[in-house]
C-alpha cells in the first residue's frame, strides 16, 4: 500500500466536512420541513435532534477514522473486530446507492444554471423541470456532473478535496447571504419570514407523529452520517485535532446554512405569491416554484445564476465526499491509483443511477430506502459498535487533542449508548413500517 494521503490544514478537514453536509438537505429540505411544521416550533425540535443525537453521532464517526487511519470497512479489523466489517460494508454500500441518484439531481441543478443564464425556464417553469428531470436529457446531465465529481477526487485528498472545498464552502456562505440580503428587497420578504419563522406549536403538536422521525432522520442525512464519510474524512486526519470542537464547527455551519437558506427561499415564493404546503415541498419543487420566482422578479436571470450555482457548488461538495467512501476503501485495499478507481467506480455510479435519470419515480424510491433503511441501519450498527464494543476506548480516542473532556467523555459515551440507540430504533422501526407495512 502507498503512503496513505492526509489534509493539508485542519481547517481542510473541517471545510471538506462542512462541504459534505452542506446540500439539497440545507437548501431545500430544511427550509420547507421547518415552514409546513411548525416555524420557529419546529427548529427547536430540529436543533436538539441535531445536538442530541447527531453531534453525538458524528463523534462516534470520527473516532473510528482518526483511531484507525484507514477506510471505514477496514477500520473495523484494525481495531481488532473483524466481524464487524459487514458494517462498514453497509455504510459503503449505502453511500454508493444514494451517490447513484445524487448524480441525477446534480445533473439537474446544472441544467438550471445554464437554463437561469437564458431565461430558458421563465415562460413554463413546470414544462422546463419535466423536460430536464427525466429522459435522455436528464442521462447526459448526470454524466456531466458525474464527470465533474470523478475529476475532483481523482486529484486526490489535498489537491483534489481540500482545494475544491476551500474554495467552495466560503462561495456558499458569501453567496447565501448575499442572495438574503438581496430578497430584503422584494415585496413580499416580511410575509415571507413570517411564514419561515413564526412558532406555531399547534401544527407542531398535530405533526407530531412525523416531526420526531424526520428530525431524527434529517439529522443523520443532514450531517452525511451512516455513509462512512465522517469516518473517511477524518482517517485522514494527522495529527491529534480537538474533534470536539471540529465537530461542533461542522454541525453550527450546517444549521446556519440551513436557516439561511430558509431566509433567501421564502421571500421569493411569497412574493410571486407560490402555494406552501408539505406536499408541494418535494425535490420538484424547488425547481419549479423557486424557478417560477426567479422568472418575476427584477435581475432574475442574474439571481437564478447564483442560487443554482450555490446549489450546484453543495450538491458537488456533498458528491465528492460519498465517491470519497468508495474510491478510499478500493485505494486501500488495490495498488490501483485513484485516477482509475475513481472513473471505474464512476461507470458504476453511472449505470445504477439510470433507472432515477430516466424516471423520477425510480428517484424517490431509491430515496426512500436510504433514508427510512439502509441509512438509520448503518448508524444504528456503528453506534452499537463504538458505545458498546468500544466503549472506555472510544471515549480515550475522542479525549485525545481536547486537553481533557472531564464528565463530558461518559456523557457522551452514554448519549450514544442509550439515547442515539433509542431514537434510531425508534426511526427505523417507523420507516419500515413505512416502506413494508
Ligand atoms: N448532507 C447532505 C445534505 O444535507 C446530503 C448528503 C447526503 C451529502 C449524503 C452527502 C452524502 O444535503
Ligand atoms: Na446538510
Redesign the pocket.
Known amino acids: 500500500m502507498a503512503d496513505r494521503e492526509t489534509w493539508a490544514t485542519r481547517p481542510g478537514f473541517v471545510l471538506a466536512a462542512i462541504g ?7 437548501l431545500w429540505q430544511f427550509p420547507f420541513k421547518t415552514a409546513t411544521n411548525g416555524g420557529a416550533a419546529f427548529v427547536v425540535f430540529y436543533l436538539l435532534a441535531v445536538a442530541l443525537i447527531g453531534f453525538p453521532a458524528m463523534l462516534a464517526e470520527f473516532v473510528l477514522g482518526r483511531r484507525t487511519h484507514v477506510n471505514a470497512v477496514d477500520a473495523f479489523e484494525r481495531l481488532g473486530h473483524r466481524q464487524w466489517r459487514a458494517v462498514g460494508a453497509l455504510a459503503v454500500l449505502t ?1 454508493f446507492w ?1 451517490l447513484s441518484y ?1 448524480n441525477v439531481v446534480g445533473g439537474w441543478v446544472l441544467r438550471y444554471v445554464l437554463g437561469s443564464a437564458r431565461g430558458a425556464y421563465f415562460g413554463d417553469p413546470a414544462g422546463y423541470f419535466g423536460a430536464v428531470s427525466a429522459g435522455p436529457e436528464a442521462v447526459l446531465a448526470q454524466a456531466l456532473f458525474l464527470a465533474l465529481v470523478v475529476g475532483i477526487v481523482s486529484l486526490g485528498v489535498e489537491d483534489g478535496i481540500e482545494t475544491a472545498t476551500k474554495l467552495m464552502v466560503p462561495s456558499i456562505l458569501l453567496l447565501m447571504v448575499a442572495l438574503a440580503v438581496w430578497v430584503t428587497t422584494l415585496p413580499g420578504a416580511g410575509a415571507g419570514y413570517d411564514f419561515f419563522l413564526s412558532p406555531d406549536l399547534g401544527e407542531m403538536v398535530a405533526n407530531a407523529g412525523s416531526i420526531i422521525p424526520f428530525a431524527v432522520g434529517q439529522a443523520f ?4 452520517l451512516g ?1 462512512a ?1 465522517m469516518v473517511t474524512y477524518s482517517s485522514y486526519v494527522g495529527g491529534d485535532d480537538n474533534l470536539v470542537v471540529d465537530g461542533g464547527a461542522i454541525v453550527v455551519t450546517n444549521t446556519l446554512v440551513g436557516v439561511l437558506a430558509g431566509l433567501v427561499v421564502f421571500p421569493i415564493l411569497l412574493t410571486i405569491g407560490a402555494e406552501i404546503t408539505t406536499e408541494s415541498g418535494g425535490a420538484g419543487a424547488l425547481f419549479v416554484a423557486t424557478a417560477a420566482g426567479f422568472g418575476s422578479v427584477p435581475f432574475g436571470r442574474l439571481f437564478g445564476v447564483v442560487f443554482f450555482g450555490v446549489v450546484l457548488i453543495a450538491a458537488l461538495s ?2 465528492i ?2 465517491l470519497e467512501v468508495t474510491v478510499a476503501y478500493a485505494n486501500d485495499n488495490y495498488d490501483v491509483p485513484r485516477t482509475v478507481l475513481a472513473p471505474v467506480i464512476g461507470v458504476g455510479l453511472f449505470v445504477l443511477g439510470l433507472p432515477s435519470a430516466w424516471d423520477t419515480g425510480w428517484l424517490t424510491w431509491f430515496d426512500s430506502v436510504a433514508y427510512q433503511l439502509f441509512l438509520p441501519l448503518s448508524v444504528l450498527a456503528t453506534t452499537i459498535f463504538v458505545g458498546w464494543v468500544l466503549g472506555a476506548d472510544a471515549v480515550a480516542e475522542l479525549r485525545e487533542g481536547t486537553g481533557g473532556l472531564g464528565a463530558g467523555g461518559s456523557a457522551w459515551l452514554w448519549t450514544l449508548r442509550v439515547v442515539v440507540v433509542v431514537a434510531v430504533l425508534a426511526t427505523l422501526a417507523l420507516g419500515i413500517n413505512e416502506l413494508f407495512l
Open positions: 459534505s453536509a452542506v446540500g439539497l438537505g440545507n453511500g444514494i445524487y442525512f443532514t450531517l452525511s455513509m464519510i456533498s458528491a465526499s460519498l
